[in-house]
């Protein structure tokens, strides 16, 4: 590995402490923003970092510094607030922790932790109480379980069956047959996928 200069050592410094707070790493534009640097050098110096072996990247928001290695195989996931297994709620956008998991079980990337609420996913295995583990994306696959946002305010964990190319059904899996699938009409509303489904940390009872 090459010796890190000291403006490179800036960004290196920057990337770690944003990780600390957000659970994720930031984006060229995060960087530019927390370091006052022009983009151009910011992507220089990023350029330097993963040429000299003191990082590597895979993707968006995926950045792993010496430090991560160092502490072992774990990726930095924020918990934000609780989402709905039942009726739509409002998605809390404020981390209220910032963990760490093993990369060996939850892979690495873009993720995470929703408390889930309700049981209509129990049949899913997602039980009132649980922790949902997410991947942050914005596009799903027919039948995956999604963190869907509708109309900007309700956010819900269901899977996504896109019916037609204005109605979307977000579609429970519930013992309770008195829970009914949530209908989205594209025309009059909006719906923003937030992520899907990777894991589920169980809660003993």
């Given amino acids: 590995m090459g010796v890190v200069k000291e403006r490179e050592k800036k960004v290196l410094s920057f990337i770690d ?3 600390d707070e957000h659970g ?6 995060d960087i530019v923003a927390g370091t006052g640097m022009p983009r151009s050098t910011v992507s220089d110096y990023l350029k330097y ?4 072996g003191m990082i590597t990247t895979a993707g968006h928001r995926n950045i792993t510094t010496e430090r991560d290695r160092l502490e072992g195989g774990s990726v930095r996931v924020p918990i934000y607030g609780e989402v709905a297994c039942g009726q739509p709620i409002f998605a809390d956008s404020n981390v209220m922790e910032v963990v760490k998991l093993p990369l060996t079980l939850f892979g690495n990337g873009d993720l995470f932790i929703l408390h889930a609420q309700g049981q209509s996913m129990d049949l ?3 039980d009132d109480g649980d922790w ?11 039948g995956q379980i999604v963190v ?9 964990l269901k899977r996504y069956y896109p019916d037609s190319e204005t109605t979307v ?10 829970i009914r699938p949530i209908i989205v009409d594209l025309s009059a509303q909006t719906l923003r996928i937030q992520g899907v489904v990777a894991n589920v940390i169980k809660t003993v009872k």
Avoid: H, K, N, Y
Wanted: hydrophobic share 40%; glycine share 2%.
């Fill in 124 to 126: 899913a295995g997602i």
């Fill in 148 to 156: 869907a946002l509708v109309d900007d305010e309700e956010a819900t």
């Fill in 17 to 19: 402490t944003f990780r």
């Fill in 132 to 142: 949902v583990v997410i991947r942050r994306c914005e596009v799903a696959d027919p």
């Fill in 24 to 29: 994720v790493s930031p984006t060229i534009m």
């Fill in 169 to 178: 059904r977000l579609q429970p899996q519930s013992s309770d047959p008195a």
């Fill in 49 to 52: 970092l993963r040429r000299d």
